[in-house]
């Protein structure tokens, strides 16, 4: 790569840092500190690790695959004797014994170092301050007794139905488009748990002072009180009939904004009896026409003008796409787990998996000098476990080769520019997995 400004050299350098910093990220000894493995244990918890980010990196491959891979390149497995002579079963039994015994709070440790360290070299968003978009999301599970036990299946007047539904709070941030670790409850029964209790879990392990961006089922002022008291700032939309209840009791400020002073109605506090007696929010109130057919009612506790709310709201539908690329092209959303420590173990390091393949993107976005989300992440997660992962057993100029030549490859991941264009949320509904059989009419039945 040629470097001829003093872009490129910083440009040059963020990709020598780059390629440090991901043959560190998921390092053996501070793993394998965590949990110390036996003297001849040879999935240790680097090992389990390594292979579940493998997993997911790779679609949901099966526990063969990822034994196959281990037998495959063998430069991280410990120097047993096994390992030496070559012997290792390709059974996948020793591994999945291995994946059951890793402790949960190493897969959630490696998963929070991963997204921190990815998140501290990105600039913030907003000022100088990190910007999160919420949104909640169900994942269907396999109908064990101790899954559906903890995340009960939906039902209706025929009875519950066989999938546990787990309820999921993610967060992404704005900037890197990392994923946090999400926080996970029952979506039905009766433990189930609220998208704003998951948000008070989640609160905590926000960067300090963060602009919190979510959509209506967060406009609600427990949601607001919550994050004003752990810190935050907030930029959420309301229905239409909150803000003009809220309307009444604000006060002018300027065209299409109010002050106010939201206090709990007897409502928000036979809901949430938790509130303080002297519980409230101090924010502002905008009411910002979009088109003929769109008008965003938002409630803030920033002192930003409408239109540059507006603005920073309208990167909220982002993590639609998000979302969606962690469920459907990593497949997070058919995780084969049997119970709910090895289902918290894959979803952590499923972030993991996510996380690298958008710091690729990102890199390779600012190479060239386009917005990350332009770039496909399908096309660079492919490329990413094609080109930088087919190979473990290779020097660090090779690997930097790959490295460069993914981020090179990755510009090109162009997605199409269509402007104008507009597709609506709507329903879909899903498509049958067996074909419907013609069914005659009950009169030609008797017959």
Partial sequence: ???????????A?????????????IDRDAINALQPPGPAAIYTPFVVVWLLVYQRLHANASLR?????????????PRRRRVIEQTLSSNTGAYSRARSRLDVEVALHVADHVYQTLVDVTPPAWGQRRAFILDGTTVSLRPTAELTKAFPPASNQHGPSAWPICHLLVAHELASGC????????????EAVSELELTKRLLPRLSEKSVLLADRNFGVFAFCQAAVTAGHDVVVRLTAARFRKLQRRASPLGPGTWTLNWQPSRDDRRAHPELP?????????????????LTLWLLTTLNDSSAAL?????????????????????????????????????????????????????????KAGVKPRRLSFTGVWTLVRVILLQDKQQ?????????????????????????????????????????????KPPTEQLK
């Fill in 179 to 190: 994923a946090i670790r999400p926080e996970i409850g029952a979506m039905y029964g009766p």
């Fill in 310 to 366: 507006a603005e920073l709201y309208h990167l909220r539908q982002d993590v639609e796409t998000d979302i969606r690329n962690v469920k459907v092209a990593l497949k997070t959303e058919e995780i084969a787990s049997k119970s709910v420590a090895m289902l918290r173990k894959e979803l952590a390091l499923s972030m993991v998996a996510y996380n690298l393949v958008v710091q690729v993107r990102r890199l390779a976005a600012r």
């Fill in 65 to 77: 695959d990822a034994v196959a891979e281990l037998l495959r390149s063998t430069a991280e497995l």
């Fill in 277 to 293: 007696a002297d519980a409230s929010v101090t924010g502002r109130l905008h009411e910002v026409r979009i088109s003929d057919d």
């Fill in 13 to 25: 350098d963020e990709f020598a840092r780059a390629f440090e910093q991901f043959r560190s990220l």
């Fill in 395 to 439: 020097s660090a100029a090779e690997w930097q080769a790959k490295f460069e030549l993914v981020l090179r490859a990755a510009t090109q991941q162009k997605l199409p520019n269509r402007p104008g264009r507009s597709y609506p949320r709507q329903v879909i509904p899903r498509r049958r997995k067996f074909p419907e059989r013609p069914r």
């Fill in 1 to 11: 790569m040629a470097v001829d400004s003093h872009a490129d050299v910083a440009l």
